[in-house]
């Protein structure tokens, strides 16, 4: 975020009392801030108790004898699979709609939980019968279709353990997680639909397992039909989903598993090249995404409809689509394609057909929406809409008041939800019947979540202050480690404040207390609300022969929040021949490759030097106000004082 936008943020005073309809039922909802600054763990306690089923109760709640290795209700089983599917069912709710999905070229299919259920206890039948049992890995590979939830769900019907890649991912990026997690199984499809056009998901976990000559760790691939696209087929590993599931038999029962058994291994860009493969597990994270996703959004299973705008690779579509929606009885729409194809009004055509009462979606959307203006949403009717959620980056507050008015008809209620793939659920957010709006702030920590904002060293700042954000307690759904590296947990978040997590985040208390998100302040970017690491791409760009040297900024960008901006030395014998325009284009084309679309650099600078300090770090401030187009700031800790002059005059 520049300064011009933290300025112009910190001069907000717009406020928003919750309207009578959410006030009505506020008094219960400010009795669980108090319970719970009473006694944390008893309040945990009994959410676990009363938003899920467990198969044995727990008598522990926390124990956090060897930390940073929390367990959460650790004596207890339970079944997660169960609480989001058959529970439902039993209590009477079978014919409830889980989803209403709908493909980007509009075909559709409505599921209710009884036959969710059903299709989950072929899946976890198939599985078995692959082989799959409590503890193994399975990839995930597929696009936004009911399988995937399917898939997802069956895995954890078994006690085994998902990791699912974004279907944007480069095959390079698919084997990187695969051989990390050594997993047995691939989910996949053919293809799906992006933008009115098949992409290929199919042929990518082809070229992912045979990168290199190494034999992966994948016994077999289930492909499910999507696409309709050609594929390759290996005999003896790849098998159709469609196939198998029509021979597997209908009845499948839930086996209990500890509350700590791993759920998900989620991989995000961490500040080194290598992602991390974010462990979560079973008891504590369905908890609190449960409660979260309750409160959040002033939930009402029984009428509301719910959207979550997030693709099933990110964190959000694992606690917001699938786990805490489902745990919850809720119905939701799902939904496959680009919000712009084949027109642009499309989800607000899929809002006003489904009647979709709660959205929750990212800032980078919502500016996207304002750039092609307010007529496009206006045409449809989205009076259904009674909450609005925002994640995976701050808003800003004119993006806020336009969601608010234009998508909520200037009176339903925005909730700006901070959390992280590691907290695995929201964290900071208003509460729509208590809290009193101001647009740009997440605000105040959910109840049961301690956070504050400390100085370099650890001090905790005051009101009107900043600094950095971290949380003071453990909490059910946080991380329980990287995978096969608890080193690396250990020193990314717990090495700087000893007994406090440190999230990566700047942050700033208002006068009256509530929390303003500034950014990132390590090397992490934010492009579109997904997770960069400016380390990543550097050596994706190094590994290209025609690159001596690369430096990677994040810089603002108005749309998607911030945009991956290369600097670039080039090898002169290689590059001379290519031309700079080609140059970068050849190596905004690799980037997309070995990483995925989604790293794609806006643009590619190619330079001469780069600034460095003394002791040769890249001073990458600096190239973020070339970036940027701003004044250059003060170089006079560089190495070479003249560097900045020479990139400046070699990109006039
Ligand atoms: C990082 C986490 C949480 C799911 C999506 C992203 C930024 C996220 C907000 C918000 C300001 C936010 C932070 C955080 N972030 N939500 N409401 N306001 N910043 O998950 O990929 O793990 O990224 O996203 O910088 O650390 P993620």
């Given at each position: 975020m520049t300064m011009n936008n933290i300025d112009n943020l910190l001069h907000e005073s717009r406020r928003f009392p919750p309207s009578e309809v959410f006030a009505a039922g506020s008094a219960e909802t400010r009795r669980l801030y108090e319970e719970a600054a009473a006694d944390r763990e008893g309040f945990w306690a009994k959410q676990a108790k009363e938003l899920l089923h467990w198969h044995k109760p727990f008598t522990?709640?926390?124990?956090?004898?060897?930390?940073?290795f929390a367990k959460w209700f650790g004596d207890g089983e339970l079944n997660v699979a169960y609480n989001c599917l058959d529970r439902h069912v039993l209590a009477?709710?079978?014919?409830?709609?889980a989803l209403h999905w709908e493909g980007e070229p509009g075909d559709q299919r409505t599921i209710t939980y009884a036959e969710l259920t059903a299709e989950v206890k072929k899946a976890a039948n198939l599985l078995a019968a692959l082989g799959i049992g409590a503890g193994d890995r399975v990839a995930i590979y597929l696009p936004v279709v009911p399988e995937a939830l399917i898939a997802m769900l069956a895995v954890a019907r078994l006690g085994a353990i998902h990791s699912v890649v974004f279907g944007g991912f480069s095959a390079e990026s698919l084997r990187a997680r695969i051989d990390d997690a050594e997993a047995k199984l691939v989910i996949t499809a053919d293809g799906g639909y992006r933008k009115g056009k098949v992409f290929p998901l199919k042929a990518a976990v082809d070229a992912a397992l045979t990168l290199t000559d190494k034999a992966s760790s994948v016994t077999n691939v289930l492909v499910v039909k999507r696409g309709g696209n050609d594929v390759e087929w290996t005999h003896g590993r790849d098998l159709w989903w469609h196939d198998e599931i029509a021979q597997v038999d209908s009845e499948h029962t839930a086996k209990p598993f500890p509350a700590e058994n791993p759920l998900f291994i989620l991989y995000t860009s961490g500040t080194t090249g290598k992602p991390k493969g974010i462990l979560h597990t079973s008891g504590g994270y369905l908890t609190q995404v449960a409660f979260s996703h309750r409160q959040v959004f002033d939930l009402k299973p029984e009428t509301d409809v719910y959207w979550c705008t997030a693709d099933v690779g990110w964190v959000t579509g694992h606690s917001y689509t699938v786990y805490g929606p489902l745990a919850n009885g809720t119905t939701q729409v799902l939904y496959e394609g680009t919000p712009d194809t084949p027109h642009p009004g499309r989800w607000w055509e899929l809002i006003q057909k489904y009647g979709v009462t709660t959205l929750y979606t990212a800032p980078t959307a919502i500016r996207t929406f304002m750039k092609l203006g307010r007529q496009i949403p206006q045409e449809f009717d989205l009076s259904s809409l009674r909450v609005l959620g925002s994640v995976g980056e701050p808003i800003n507050p004119e993006a806020w008041i336009w969601y608010r008015d234009v998508i909520g008809g200037g009176e339903t209620p925005v909730v700006d939800t901070w959390w992280q793939t590691e907290t695995g659920a929201i964290m900071v957010s208003a509460l729509p019947g208590v809290t009193t709006l101001k647009p740009g702030s997440a605000q105040v920590p959910l109840p049961g979540i301690s956070i504050d904002i400390v100085t370099d060293d650890g001090t905790p700042v005051g009101k009107d202050e900043g600094g950095l954000l971290v949380v003071t307690e453990p909490w059910p759904a946080m991380l329980r480690g990287i995978w096969g590296d608890p080193e690396r947990f250990k020193e990314t978040?717990?090495?700087?404040?000893?007994d406090r997590y440190f999230a990566g985040d700047g942050a700033r208390y208002d006068k009256d207390g509530d929390i303003w998100l500034m950014g990132r302040v390590d090397d992490v970017m934010n492009v579109s609300g997904h997770r960069l690491s400016t380390a990543e791409i550097e050596s994706s760009l190094v590994a290209h022969p025609m690159v001596a040297e690369a430096a990677v900024v994040g810089a603002s960008d108005e749309t998607t929040g911030q945009a991956v901006v290369a600097f670039v030395i080039t090898r002169a014998s290689q590059a001379d021949a290519a031309g700079k325009d080609d140059a970068a284009a050849v190596l905004r084309a690799h980037v997309t490759q070995q990483i995925g679309a989604i790293a794609r650099p806006r643009q590619i600078f190619i330079v001469s030097e780069l600034p460095k300090t003394r002791s040769g770090k890249i001073m990458r401030r600096l190239l973020r106000d070339v970036a940027e187009g701003r004044e250059i700031g003060d170089t006079t800790t560089l190495a070479d004082a003249n560097v900045m002059t020479l990139i400046s005059e070699t990109l006039r």
């Amino acid at each position: 975020m520049t300064m011009n936008n933290i300025d112009n943020l910190l001069h907000e005073s717009r406020r928003f009392p919750p309207s009578e309809v959410f006030a009505a039922g506020s008094a219960e909802t400010r009795r669980l801030y108090e319970e719970a600054a009473a006694d944390r763990e008893g309040f945990w306690a009994k959410q676990a108790k009363e938003l899920l089923h467990w198969h044995k109760p727990f008598t522990q709640t926390l124990d956090w004898t060897n930390p940073p290795f929390a367990k959460w209700f650790g004596d207890g089983e339970l079944n997660v699979a169960y609480n989001c599917l058959d529970r439902h069912v039993l209590a009477g709710n079978g014919d409830r709609v889980a989803l209403h999905w709908e493909g980007e070229p509009g075909d559709q299919r409505t599921i209710t939980y009884a036959e969710l259920t059903a299709e989950v206890k072929k899946a976890a039948n198939l599985l078995a019968a692959l082989g799959i049992g409590a503890g193994d890995r399975v990839a995930i590979y597929l696009p936004v279709v009911p399988e995937a939830l399917i898939a997802m769900l069956a895995v954890a019907r078994l006690g085994a353990i998902h990791s699912v890649v974004f279907g944007g991912f480069s095959a390079e990026s698919l084997r990187a997680r695969i051989d990390d997690a050594e997993a047995k199984l691939v989910i996949t499809a053919d293809g799906g639909y992006r933008k009115g056009k098949v992409f290929p998901l199919k042929a990518a976990v082809d070229a992912a397992l045979t990168l290199t000559d190494k034999a992966s760790s994948v016994t077999n691939v289930l492909v499910v039909k999507r696409g309709g696209n050609d594929v390759e087929w290996t005999h003896g590993r790849d098998l159709w989903w469609h196939d198998e599931i029509a021979q597997v038999d209908s009845e499948h029962t839930a086996k209990p598993f500890p509350a700590e058994n791993p759920l998900f291994i989620l991989y995000t860009s961490g500040t080194t090249g290598k992602p991390k493969g974010i462990l979560h597990t079973s008891g504590g994270y369905l908890t609190q995404v449960a409660f979260s996703h309750r409160q959040v959004f002033d939930l009402k299973p029984e009428t509301d409809v719910y959207w979550c705008t997030a693709d099933v690779g990110w964190v959000t579509g694992h606690s917001y689509t699938v786990y805490g929606p489902l745990a919850n009885g809720t119905t939701q729409v799902l939904y496959e394609g680009t919000p712009d194809t084949p027109h642009p009004g499309r989800w607000w055509e899929l809002i006003q057909k489904y009647g979709v009462t709660t959205l929750y979606t990212a800032p980078t959307a919502i500016r996207t929406f304002m750039k092609l203006g307010r007529q496009i949403p206006q045409e449809f009717d989205l009076s259904s809409l009674r909450v609005l959620g925002s994640v995976g980056e701050p808003i800003n507050p004119e993006a806020w008041i336009w969601y608010r008015d234009v998508i909520g008809g200037g009176e339903t209620p925005v909730v700006d939800t901070w959390w992280q793939t590691e907290t695995g659920a929201i964290m900071v957010s208003a509460l729509p019947g208590v809290t009193t709006l101001k647009p740009g702030s997440a605000q105040v920590p959910l109840p049961g979540i301690s956070i504050d904002i400390v100085t370099d060293d650890g001090t905790p700042v005051g009101k009107d202050e900043g600094g950095l954000l971290v949380v003071t307690e453990p909490w059910p759904a946080m991380l329980r480690g990287i995978w096969g590296d608890p080193e690396r947990f250990k020193e990314t978040y717990w090495e700087k404040f000893g007994d406090r997590y440190f999230a990566g985040d700047g942050a700033r208390y208002d006068k009256d207390g509530d929390i303003w998100l500034m950014g990132r302040v390590d090397d992490v970017m934010n492009v579109s609300g997904h997770r960069l690491s400016t380390a990543e791409i550097e050596s994706s760009l190094v590994a290209h022969p025609m690159v001596a040297e690369a430096a990677v900024v994040g810089a603002s960008d108005e749309t998607t929040g911030q945009a991956v901006v290369a600097f670039v030395i080039t090898r002169a014998s290689q590059a001379d021949a290519a031309g700079k325009d080609d140059a970068a284009a050849v190596l905004r084309a690799h980037v997309t490759q070995q990483i995925g679309a989604i790293a794609r650099p806006r643009q590619i600078f190619i330079v001469s030097e780069l600034p460095k300090t003394r002791s040769g770090k890249i001073m990458r401030r600096l190239l973020r106000d070339v970036a940027e187009g701003r004044e250059i700031g003060d170089t006079t800790t560089l190495a070479d004082a003249n560097v900045m002059t020479l990139i400046s005059e070699t990109l006039r």
